[in-house]
């Protein structure tokens, strides 16, 4: 009788907790590109969900090293924006920077959640030197297009090896849908 009621009990608990939904699943970026020097000198994070403003956005961070094709068109980064959308992130005029990425990206009820975080490193060293590097530290993060509103959140913590401490630094409307974006002929 024992068993019986014990095994009602975990089949009871097992009802209750699946009656709800299932945790929106976590995923990351698609691809990521980050590192230390950009040309953008003033911080600032965004959602590109479309060809003419990604161009801009990799104009700006390329500056006098945007690279340009045989017949003198800038070489911009191909992405699906039907697809995908970019995070750009930039720190502008910092120290000691080495990128930024995104954590994690989940569809909630009502809005997108996506996480990101700056890579540092220290430079001072046991024996007293406080050197700083200066850097304009960057990131961008291809994901998934989303058609909610996104609410992104910055991961504050500066403890090594501390939990992460998430910080909603702002709220941004559903991107409008895609319109119909020719890419490369390889990729139609």
Not at 119 to 134: T, Y
Request: glycine residues 8%.
């Amino acid at each position: 009788m024992k068993r019986l009621v014990i095994a009602a009990a975990i089949l009871t608990s097992a009802l209750l907790l699946g009656t709800g939904d299932p945790p929106a699943k976590e995923v990351g970026p698609l691809f990521e590109l980050s590192g230390s020097y950009s040309n953008v000198k003033k911080p600032s994070i965004g959602v590109i969900g479309d060809e003419a403003r990604w161009q801009q956005v990799w104009k700006d961070h390329k500056g006098d090293k945007l690279e340009v094709d045989a017949t003198d068109r800038p070489v911009v980064p191909y992405v699906d924006f039907s697809r995908c959308m970019v995070v750009a992130m930039f720190s502008g005029t910092t120290i000691n920077g080495s990128g930024w990425h995104v954590i994690s990206t989940q569809d909630l009820a009502d809005h997108t959640l996506i996480r990101y975080d700056r890579m540092g490193f220290q430079s001072e060293s046991s024996g007293g030197d406080a050197s700083k590097f200066n850097t304009t530290d960057y990131g961008f993060a291809v994901l998934p297009r989303s058609s909610l509103p996104m609410v992104l959140e910055e991961n504050i913590q500066t403890m090594i090896d501390a939990g992460p401490v998430w910080k909603e630094r702002q709220r941004l409307p559903a991107l409008p849908k895609p319109t119909n974006t020719p890419g490369p002929k390889a990729f139609r």
